[in-house]
Structure formats: structure tokens, C-alpha cells
């Protein structure tokens, strides 16, 4: 329902999407929508506000939306489409960020957000750090602050390959390094001159978290001018009426560097039936560990040589894509082992809080 309501552009079409909601199958594999049960106007009832944005404003005046939170490593991870919409109406330039990295947020961002709802971007910022390149590259966490040029080279690959990545949709690049008060200077101008050499067409520091919006003025000039020079047409991995495999396997080749698809009886199986059930034009939103371009959370930097895993798939059919799962990940993100609240005493007290 997270997903509905930040994909939803309108009332009307947050009631479509909801109706369109399978909770469960016939005897004979027939979808069972909620329109069917009469559990839509409930619904609408309870959504009717929250599909509106609130405006908020950053410690220094800004003016900010912060509306609906897809995981983007499971969903697609962006905030809602009424959001930018209405931002996009005030404002000459408008800043919308996609969750975890390019792999995830970026890429269903331009396949699920943006090609549906005519939200074409200008320009895409990635943001990096010396210090996660270092970790791509082989180094453990209790070693980053340490300089380490070799690792960071090697980890280099990463970005390198998300930078060609994002430039095949035809947008200009900027990449944002994110300043920590432990980077070795040499290491956050090598990052700066080999993402100009994959492709970027900015690379600058951001000290946003140290300095606040003065931290941030260089990259915003990055952003204006590439904005402005952006190409007029938008490019994309797949076609919509390509079928689910080869829009799988688009992905899988371009996005995450594997070989090829390994799929699971279960997950070839599941995928037929979504065609067969007509919801085979629908976008993949792929839901995969952030930990790696690959299924595989310990596969660092550029993984290569491997067929990417898929073990089930999904279909979200009220959100409108179809979700295989990749490898091992849990959809239900952020909920630990047990409860931390487990009991309520007899004044009412949450125990565990």
C-alpha cells in the first residue's frame, strides 16, 4: 500500500490502484481483486489525506517534502509522485532522491516513477564517499579511515560502472563525494578524476554535513549546469512490451554485470502465470540486497562472471510492477528477531520501549 499511495498522481488514481490489489486465487489460479471484496472505499477512506504532502522545512528555511517511504531495496524507493509533482509547479529546480544506490533507487526510479508518470529528469547525482569505495575494494570496516589508494582504484570499479550505467538513459552525471573529516585529500581527488574519466560530467566535494547548506554550494552549481545542458530525450534498458524474462535479464546484464539469469522452478513458474494473467507489460522492480550490484551481499565492487540468482517473484499489481526476488532478502525490511514491545501493563505502559 506504501508503494499505491507514492505512485499514485491523483485520488482517481489511487482508487484504480487499489482495486487492482490481489488478495488472493481461485480454485482454478483466477486473481481475486479487492474491488471484488467492496474493500476499496475503506480504503479511500483511510488514504484520502495521506495522499497529500506536507511541507516541512530544513533547519536552514528550505522547503522540503517528505511524503510516503518505499524501501528501496524491496519497493522502489522513491517518495511519492503528488510530491515532485507539486514541487516541480514552485520551484525551477527540484532535487528527488532515490533510495540505497544506483542499482536499486536510480534505476526503478527511471522505470517505475519516471517513465509512468512523465517525470523525465534532467540531470542524476550520485553519491559517493571515500570511504564505501574503500570498503568495494576489499578494506573492513575498522580499517577505512586508514589511506589506502590501492583499495580505493579497486573499489573505483563500482562507480565507474554505475556512472556508464545512469549515462545510458542519456543523462549527465554528477558525482558528489561525501566529505568525512578522516578522507586523505589525495584519495578525494582521485575519486574526482577518475569519475571525470568514467563519464561524470562533475565530480565535486560535498561538506552538507559539516558546513550545512555553505557545505553544498559547489555541488549545487554542478547540478545547475548540468541540468541545463541536459539531452532532450530519455533512453531506457527495456521495452514495457518486452516479456518478463528479457526485461530480467536486461536488467541483469546492464545493471548488476552478470552473465546471465538463473532462475528457480518457482520463480519461472510464477513469472508464466503473470503473463498469463495479462500482467506482463508491467515494469521489474527488483527486490535484491543493497550490499552488492548482485544477489550476493558479499560480492563487492564490480561482480562479474556470475548468473544472477532469482528465487521468487511477486506481483504488486496494484502498485503496478512485478517483483522478482533475488538470492535470499527478506521483504518485510527493518523488523528484528522479537518485538522490542512485548507487553502492556495494567496502566497501559508499552513494556520494552
Not at 484520502?48 to 528555511?61: D, F, H, K, L, S
Not at 528465487?311 to 535470499?328: H, K
Amino acid at each position: 500500500v506504501m508503494a499505491i499511495l507514492a505512485l499514485s498522481s491523483s485520488l482517481e488514481d489511487l482508487r484504480e490502484r487499489l482495486s487492482k490489489i490481489v488478495v488472493g486465487y481461485k480454485d482454478d489460479g483466477t486473481p481475486v481483486q479487492a474491488e471484488e471484496i467492496k474493500a476499496v472505499g475503506s480504503m479511500m477512506s483511510l488514504l484520502r489525506y495521506a495522499i497529500q504532502p506536507n511541507i516541512v522545512q530544513t533547519t536552514e528555511g528550505q522547503p522540503v517534502f517528505v511524503h510516503t517511504g518505499p524501501f528501496g531495496n524491496i519497493a522502489h524507493g522513491c517518495c511519492s509522485v503528488v510530491s515532485d509533482q507539486l514541487a516541480l509547479g514552485y520551484a525551477d529546480y527540484v532535487l528527488t532522491e532515490a533510495g540505497f544506490g544506483a542499482d536499486l533507487g536510480f534505476e526503478k526510479f527511471m522505470h517505475i516513477k519516471a517513465r509512468l508518470n512523465d517525470l523525465e529528469p534532467a540531470a542524476a547525482v550520485i553519491v559517493a564517499s571515500v570511504r564505501a569505495l574503500k570498503s568495494h575494494g576489499g578494506v573492513p570496516l575498522r580499517s577505512l579511515d586508514a589511506a589506502n589508494k590501492e583499495a580505493l582504484v579497486k573499489g573505483m570499479s563500482n562507480l565507474k560502472h554505475l556512472i556508464g550505467m545512469i549515462k545510458s538513459f542519456n543523462l549527465p552525471v554528477v558525482v558528489a563525494v561525501n566529505s568525512f573529516p578522516t578522507d586523505d585529500s589525495e584519495e578525494t581527488e582521485l575519486v574526482k578524476s577518475l569519475s571525470i574519466e568514467a563519464g561524470a560530467e562533475h565530480a565535486v566535494v560535498s561538506k552538507v554535513y559539516e558546513d550545512g547548506g555553505e557545505g553544498g554550494l559547489d555541488l549545487a552549481d554542478a547540478v545547475i549546469k548540468a541540468a541545463d545542458d541536459s539531452p532532450d530525450s530519455i533512453s531506457y534498458m527495456y521495452e514495457l512490451s518486452d516479456s518478463l524474462e528479457e526485461k530480467i535479464s536486461s536488467l541483469a546484464t546492464k545493471v548488476y554485470n552478470a552473465s546471465g539469469v538463473n532462475y528457480t522452478p518457482i520463480a519461472r513458474r510464477a513469472l508464466r502465470q503473470f503473463e498469463e494473467n495479462g500482467w506482463g507489460g508491467l515494469p521489474i522492480c527488483m527486490a535484491k540486497t543493497h550490499l552488492s550490484l548482485s544477489h550476493n551481499r558479499s560480492l563487492k565492487g564490480l561482480p562479474s562472471g556470475y548468473d544472477f540468482r532469482v528465487s521468487d517473484a511477486r506481483a504488486s499489481v496494484g502498485a503496478g510492477f512485478i517483483y522478482p526476488i533475488a538470492g535470499s532478502i527478506m521483504t518485510m525490511p527493518g523488523l528484528p528477531g522479537e518485538p522490542r514491545s512485548l507487553d502492556v501493563d495494567p496502566s497501559g505502559k508499552i513494556l520494552g520501549l
